[in-house]
């Protein structure tokens, strides 16, 4: 979003219109901005043959997953049911990797059938996945490379306690699992989780996989997960994809040359390609002043937006009723009843009693994470897409609320 003449606007669309048109709270994603992040991914690996698996579960609307698909993403599923999301929006089961982690055989078996590639993270499922099919599927195994950067600061999932994969140091045993069962694997995969600041944790990764892939005869493809950080304030240090892209494709040219084959390099973003499309918007219901704090308390909470008291996120606010005002200290929080504290003491123009708040980085695993906590109905969205605004999704009623519930006659 940029500030034209004093108001917040997307591709022209001002905020201010959207919240009066549609409603507070508000879901706003940008086209535009998903685009070019996802162009400037391809851009960064356009010496490989890279394929963008966008995480849909960062933001699993259909029309988005639509509109990714429309610039040349596939997909990147974590249940059965966002495969099967996955093939509404459009694309094929062979667009669509299934990475499922603590699910049951059936729901692999079901994925098997609608003929997705399947990402397996468990020795146990691999033995029963042999037992099944033996090679007449292919399969990908996500490993855990273990990797941990120095001190605190890149904080990962590859950690030798995580849930996640299947630890680099059980290769000798995966061996013995893909032998006897004669499995196909086709694709090996690691998603180490979080926020990853450099190059050289990725070339880290890179390497033991590279390592890892030497015994497999049959590869086509080697996925390297996401973790590519975006800003959420002013000043972040983020990924510096460019210098990725650079130095990660050398090296799998490389490592392509010694195995004798060009195999496909895969990514499985969401943050990267959505973070930074989604803006929300809320209308400030109250002002209050109290001792030491003056809140600025809005139409929504942790039900709709939980990053921020779930990973202590931080998401930008802005005063979109108020661009240029006197700036004041305000702790923006939530309606519902637990300490929902969106922003603690943020600088924010002169709040009055409905404002519109607009918090930023509100595309990735915001909706997606969204609830019905105090019984309180799910935002709409909207996406601006070639310079105008179009409801991508409803706002909920309150027969929604009742849709499944059984009453009782007493
Ligand atoms: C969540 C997830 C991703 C996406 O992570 P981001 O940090 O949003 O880019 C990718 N791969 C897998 C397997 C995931 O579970």
Redesign the pocket.
Known sequence: MELVNDKFSIQGVVLEDLAAEYGTPLYVYDAAKIKSQFDRLNSAFSTVDMKV?F?C??LTNLSILKLLKSYGSEL?C?SIQEVRMGLKAGFSPEQI?Y?P?CVSFAEIQEAVKIGVMI?LDNISILEQFGNEYHDSVPVCI?LNPHIMAGGNKKISTGHADSK?GISIYQMAHILKVVSTYNLNVVGL?M?T???ILDAEVFLRAAEILFDAAKNFTNLDFI?F?????VAYKEGDITTDIEEVGQKLSAAFNEFCEAYGRKLQMW?????????ESGVFLTKTNVVKTTPATVFAGVDSGMNHLIRPMMYDAYHEIVNVSNTSGTKRVYTVVGYICETDTFGLDRKLSEVKEGDILAFKNAG??SFSMASNYNSRLRPAEVLIYEGKAHLIRKREEFEDLLKNQVELDI
């Open positions: 698996k995480a579960k960062s990147d974590v990797l990475t982690n990402n996500r996640f995969h998603h989780g979080s926020d996925d997960g996401s973790g590519f950080k990514f499985e973003p969401g943050k990267f390609l959505v973070s990735a695993y």
